[in-house]
């Protein structure tokens, strides 16, 4: 039976969703995206905001593995790891029909429940777990941490506050009002999946060849009567058990989520005359030619190779962090002369330690005609703090052009005095030289 993989499937996912904030080496976790401290933490790796050229690559290899997981398995997600879904399950099949019995039987999905008390119940315990997959959502951007000290102080954490009273709002509204609604009608994800199926994209169908016909093609009214040698019994346990309650018989449509609750369903049904579901979770080529599914195609394939050179590119990147970032831009006063006839020109240096320890930064002008006026000495900088530096520098006048300033381009290499090997970074500059005139 399906269900009880599906359910596996949920559990397996809500223990990793709990536990992965909780995953950290030495402050740094295992995934978060902390606007807070405007930090990327990726395999226990920090990264500032500035080196956000790891972004794309993320978001690249989740869209490449939607595209591929989709054009494999339909709508595998949404049966599957959904939250929408799984949320659904844990209201409506364990909460209201379990636990409370609001529902006869989670196999009919068509029934409303009548106890006005037994419900205002299940929305109270239903608000109270909201209020802990909001506080779960948010530890992906704020630490755990640090989230268990700001809701200490709700006052001075007006915006989290807020925040998870929106996300929890909404789970109430969207799990015990819209219900799988929100699936058919506002999902961008239902809307899209269909262009990437092919022939061979997994899907749940009914073989009308062993159930019989039991739509005309152009009416929407069931024949109540398939023809006599139909294995379809018209029993509708397929149809009671949908949650977004269509009737799969009628071909493959945008509502179903592919919970597969219908294959189980007619699998019980057909047990009985011990033949196997009229309804399975198979390709289209591979119902109308009986044979297999075939996974290893030309698209599935090509993905694979792409998304594996994706996240190679992200670990590749992930292991060239910078540890520590420099930014240089020239004041606004372009350059002065000196009596003694020599250039100097200004810049801002802003030093930025992503390390995880304090150093003692300088640099040194890749150019023999430039020196250092100033800083003299070196900049200590904390652990993930920015320190803003006026840099002077200076070089003999060369006369370059009698009509017009004369910019060159420099490099300048700056690195911690401690480590300089391994923390370094080069920037280019200019350095301008007066006209003569
Ligand atoms: S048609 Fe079947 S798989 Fe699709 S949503 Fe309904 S019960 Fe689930
Ligand atoms: S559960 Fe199977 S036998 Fe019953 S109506 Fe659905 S397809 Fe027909």
């Not at 929305?123 to 530890?139: H, R, V």
């Not at 240089?328 to 320890?357: A, G, H, W």
Request: charge should be positive.
């Amino acid at each position: 039976m399906f269900v009880a993989r599906r359910y596996i499937s949920f559990f397996i996912i809500t223990c990793i969703a709990i536990t992965l904030p909780f995953l950290r080496i030495n402050d740094t976790h295992l995934f978060l995206l902390s606007f807070d401290k405007l930090e990327l933490h990726l395999f226990f790796t920090r990264f500032d905001m500035q080196e956000l050229y790891l972004m794309p690559f993320v978001f690249i290899i989740l869209f490449l593995f939607i595209f591929f997981i989709t054009t494999l398995g339909g709508r595998i997600w949404c049966g599957w790891a959904c939250p929408q879904t799984l949320f659904r399950v844990v209201y409506r099949d364990l909460l209201c029909t379990k636990i409370l019995g609001i529902y006869k039987s989670t196999k009919n999905k068509q029934t409303s429940g009548e106890n006005v008390f037994l419900k205002l119940v299940s929305i109270i315990i239903w608000t109270a777990i909201s209020a802990l997959i909001a506080s779960n959502f948010m530890w992906y951007f704020i630490p755990p941490e640090d989230f268990f000290n700001y809701i200490k102080n709700p006052a001075e954490h007006k915006l989290l506050i807020g925040i998870l009273t929106f996300i929890t709002t909404w789970l109430v509204f969207d799990i015990v009002y819209l219900k799988e609604k929100f699936c058919v009608y506002i999902c961008p994800y239902a809307r899209i999946q269909s262009t990437m199926f092919d022939t061979d994209t997994i899907q749940v169908i009914y073989d009308e060849k062993r159930g019989g016909k039991i739509y005309n093609a152009n009416e929407k009214l069931p024949r109540h009567k398939p023809s006599s040698d139909a294995l379809c019994t018209n029993c509708e346990a397929c149809v009671k058990i949908c949650p977004t309650h269509i009737d799969i018989r009628k071909g493959m449509q945008l509502d179903c989520i592919n919970c597969l609750d219908c294959v189980d369903a007619c699998t019980q049904v057909m047990a009985k005359f011990n033949q196997p579901p009229l309804i399975s979770w198979t390709s289209n080529k591979a119902l109308i030619t009986n044979t297999k599914v075939k996974y290893a195609r030309f698209r599935t394939i090509a993905y694979c190779i792409v998304l594996f050179i994706a996240i190679s590119a992200l670990f590749l990147m992930s292991g060239k962090k910078e540890h520590m970032l420099l930014n240089i831009n020239r004041t606004t006063q372009l350059y002065s002369v000196t009596k003694s006839n020599e250039v100097e020109n200004y810049y801002v240096f802003l030093f930025q330690n992503t390390d995880k320890k304090e150093h003692s930064y300088y640099f040194e002008v890749l150019d023999s005609n430039i020196s250092i006026v100033s800083p003299t000495t070196p900049i200590v900088i904390k652990p993930g703090a920015k320190q803003r530096v006026v840099v002077t520098l200076k070089s003999h006048s060369l006369n370059l052009n009698d009509t017009k300033d004369t910019p060159i381009n420099i490099k300048v290499n700056a690195f911690a005095t401690d480590e300089k090997e391994k923390i370094n970074v080069k920037r280019d500059t200019i350095f301008i030289y007066p006209k003569k005139l």
